[in-house]
């Protein structure tokens, strides 16, 4: 195993586009990393750049106490499985696992013994005699994890790896892959467009956005800490809702009215003008359910559509914005790959609401969970950037441009 430091690391093509952008990451020994972030934010190409696919323009990267820039991919001692599998159609799966290791010349002995290890840990025996063309998606899968391991390789990288199968089959793949890194402790580069993936899997979680690092640091970090509107709106779905908001002393002032803020957090937004906050929808509820108001604040207003889905239900109300945080909003949707930002108030209340289309509701929401957003940077101002993870200066938009490759 080894730790994979990554220094101020330039991918540049010949007509100057940076792909991937200044990003540094450190990924620690045994640590499973996860690269995020909407089709063109250049996940997979750092990823290439890492196992050596890819040259790199400028800046450092490190496995173990080595300088890799300059090695080829088979003096790095990476496993990558890949999103379409890369398995051999006419072999078995136990040669399939074998390759890497009949490639190393390795006796047949040792390599007898590694198959069986590999194929009992991912629970393949019944299926050595197979070829790949036999075996479910998720089978297929585990065969390219099964030709990792053998190598004994100093870590695991992979490129999407689950997007070609079903969401029942992904689910039961992503306990598989969990239970597979921790049991065997190995540094993990994890490269994914799917939050959920990002969210359940990573020790940490690396967000890029148009080949620059938007925010390092734990799921819980991203979901409760994001530092700018690009994290906010990415992480969490539904997404988080934006709205125009002012702030006058410990007050927030919102389309629908106005919510008491802690002190700490109204002091940060003070006399900045017109803001965005940003509220997830579990932070609301039916206020008639909820018997504790607690720190919260109570609204009255028009629910145009409500979905029941048993033990929840989700209210859809349309509220009016002013032009600057409608063209930052249609610019969020830009940046996050077309995701829905609608000036829609999305709330998520208990199954047990009784509110109804077309009537007027009064709805509760916890004040101490807004966030306030600089519109022009989209700095998120309520947040102790310091505890944050690492998040890049912002406003720094040399990413202003056009989409990046992976």
């Not at 379409?84 to 007898?112: G, Q």
């Not at 029942?168 to 921790?182: A, H």
């Not at 580069?189 to 956005?209: I, P, S």
Request: charged fraction near 25%; include cysteine.
């Amino acid at each position: 195993m080894a730790a994979i430091d990554i220094k101020n690391i330039v991918k540049e093509y010949g007509d100057g586009f940076a792909a991937v952008n200044d990003v540094s990451i450190d990924v620690q020994d045994g640590e499973f990393m996860i690269l995020v972030g909407p089709s063109g934010c250049g996940k997979s190409t750092l990823l290439r750049m890492i196992v050596g696919l890819e040259d790199i323009t400028s800046g450092e990267m490190r496995i173990g106490d080595k300088l890799v820039n300059d090695l080829a991919p088979r003096e790095r001692n990476l496993a990558m499985v890949f999103q379409n599998y890369a398995l051999y159609p006419h072999l078995t799966v136990y040669e399939n696992i074998a390759f890497p290791l009949r490639l190393a010349r390795a006796s047949d002995e040792e390599i007898d013994r590694k198959v069986r290890a590999a194929s009992k840990t991912l629970e393949l025996d019944e299926h050595l005699d197979r070829k790949p063309g036999n075996l479910s998606g998720g089978q297929r899968q585990r065969v390219a994890m099964g030709r990792a391991i053998v190598r004994e390789a100093d870590a695991f990288l992979f490129d999407e790896p689950l997007s070609n199968l079903d969401a029942k089959l992904r689910g039961q793949m992503r306990t598989e892959i969990t239970r597979l890194q921790k049991r065997l402790g190995i540094t993990t580069v994890y490269v994914t467009h799917d939050q959920t993936e990002a969210m359940t899997l990573g020790h940490r979680v690396a967000v890029l956005k148009r080949g620059v690092l938007q925010q390092l640091a734990t799921p819980r970090e991203l979901y409760e800490n994001p530092g700018n509107l690009f994290v906010a709106g990415f992480i969490g779905s539904p997404p988080m809702n934006f709205l125009p908001a002012t702030v006058e002393g410990t007050s927030v002032k919102l389309p629908f009215g106005t919510v008491t803020l802690p002190p700490e957090r109204a002091e940060k937004a003070a006399g900045k003008g017109l803001l965005m906050a940003g509220i997830r929808p579990e932070h609301f509820e039916d206020a008639s359910v909820r018997a504790d108001h607690g720190t919260g604040s109570t609204f009255r207003a028009q629910v145009e559509v409500v979905e029941w889905l048993g033990n929840e239900t989700y209210a859809y109300i349309p509220f009016e914005a002013p032009p600057e945080v409608e063209a930052q909003l249609r610019q969020l949707e830009h940046d996050l790959d077309g995701e829905s930002m609608h000036t829609q108030l999305v709330v998520s209340l208990d199954g047990s609401s009784r509110i109804r289309e077309g009537e007027e509701a009064e709805i509760w929401v916890d004040g101490t969970k807004i966030h306030l957003f600089e519109p022009s940077t989209g700095e998120n101002l309520t947040v102790d950037h310091a505890h944050a993870g690492r998040i890049p200066a912002l406003g720094n938009e040399a990413a202003e441009q056009p989409s990046a490759v992976g």
